[in-house]
């Protein structure tokens, strides 16, 4: 699947961004392909949002370049404003699919993991620190002192199958559920920086987003 309108409003938009594809331009290259220009030759509304970065436009979370699935775009200040409150209050959740593989071996710079492990389900947390040439990767802390942020990122998970996983996150920190997921000795198939299976792809998918806007609720899905 290539990019695609999933959800349109005179208020919001939804894409489903193809992986390999970044969310946003670099801010010292606003003319390299990315999502945001796509949905832009469509609905030139995106770019005048006042976002927290001016090369941002509307777009409301991102997505790393190599994971597919689905990205929210405001289409005016208002919008912008009401779902980046809600996000910041842990409002929209997201849900991921994950194709996974078992390793019992932790690459450097990683703790030992500290959760148990029920039958299907499990909360990882951490807070997170950038690690490796310019800070390229990111590693779990349990120290807010040693982290990027103050905020402890969670990443609620439920096995479907020993090679599948369900993970839904609020906020989302760069790389955290790939990070999560191989911490806890579950590598996503795909993920060079996370000590993943080789593949062509990341098999990671954002599938369902659900907030809540002029008091709405809004589900949206693949």
Same mark, same amino acid.
């Given at each position: 699947?290539?990019?695609?309108?999933?959800?349109?409003?005179?208020?919001?938009?939804?894409?489903?961004?193809?992986?390999?594809?970044?969310?946003?331009?670099?801010?010292?290259?606003?003319?390299?392909?990315?999502?945001?220009?796509?949905?832009?030759?469509? *609905?030139?509304?995106?770019?005048?949002?006042?976002?927290?970065?001016?090369?941002?436009?509307?777009?409301?979370?991102?997505?790393?370049?190599?994971?597919?699935?689905?990205?929210?775009?405001?289409?005016?200040?208002?919008?912008?404003?009401?779902?980046?409150?809600?996000?910041?209050?842990?409002?929209?959740?997201?849900?991921?699919?994950?194709?996974?593989?078992?390793?019992?071996?932790?690459?450097?710079?990683?703790?030992?993991?500290?959760?148990?492990?029920?039958?299907?389900?499990?909360?990882?947390?951490?807070?997170?620190?950038?690690?490796?040439?310019?800070?390229?990767?990111?590693?779990?802390?349990?120290?807010?002192?040693? !982290?990027? !942020?103050?905020?402890?990122?969670?990443?609620?998970?439920?096995? +479907?199958?020993?090679?599948?996983?369900?993970?839904?996150?609020?906020?989302?920190?760069?790389?955290?559920?790939?990070?999560?997921?191989?911490?806890?000795?579950?590598?996503?198939?795909?993920?060079?920086?996370?000590?993943?299976?080789?593949?062509?792809?990341?098999?990671?998918?954002?599938?369902?987003?659900? *907030?809540?806007?002029?008091?709405?609720?809004?589900? +949206?899905?693949?």
């Amino acid at each position: 699947m290539t990019t695609k309108l999933v959800y349109k409003s005179k208020d919001l938009l939804c894409f489903y961004k193809e992986g390999g594809l970044a969310t946003v331009p670099l801010k010292n290259n606003t003319e390299g392909d990315s999502l945001l220009k796509r949905i832009s030759f469509s *609905f030139p509304d995106v770019l005048t949002v006042r976002g927290l970065n001016s090369w941002e436009g509307g777009i409301i979370h991102r997505l790393d370049t190599p994971t597919s699935g689905l990205v929210l775009c405001a289409r005016n200040d208002e919008t912008y404003s009401s779902l980046i409150e809600e996000q910041k209050k842990d409002r929209i959740e997201k849900r991921y699919r994950a194709e996974v593989t078992e390793k019992d071996s932790l690459l450097p710079g990683f703790p030992p993991f500290p959760y148990f492990w029920n039958d299907e389900d499990i909360v990882i947390s951490s807070f997170f620190r950038s690690y490796g040439p310019k800070g390229a990767k990111v590693r779990p802390t349990l120290y807010e002192k040693r !982290s990027d !942020s103050n905020v402890l990122y969670k990443t609620f998970v439920h096995k +479907i199958s020993p090679t599948l996983f369900e993970c839904t996150i609020m906020r989302g920190f760069r790389h955290q559920i790939r990070c999560h997921l191989s911490w806890a000795g579950f590598p996503i198939i795909g993920d060079d920086k996370y000590n993943g299976e080789e593949n062509s792809k990341l098999c990671l998918t954002s599938y369902s987003l659900s *907030f809540v806007l002029k008091g709405e609720r809004i589900k +949206i899905s693949l």
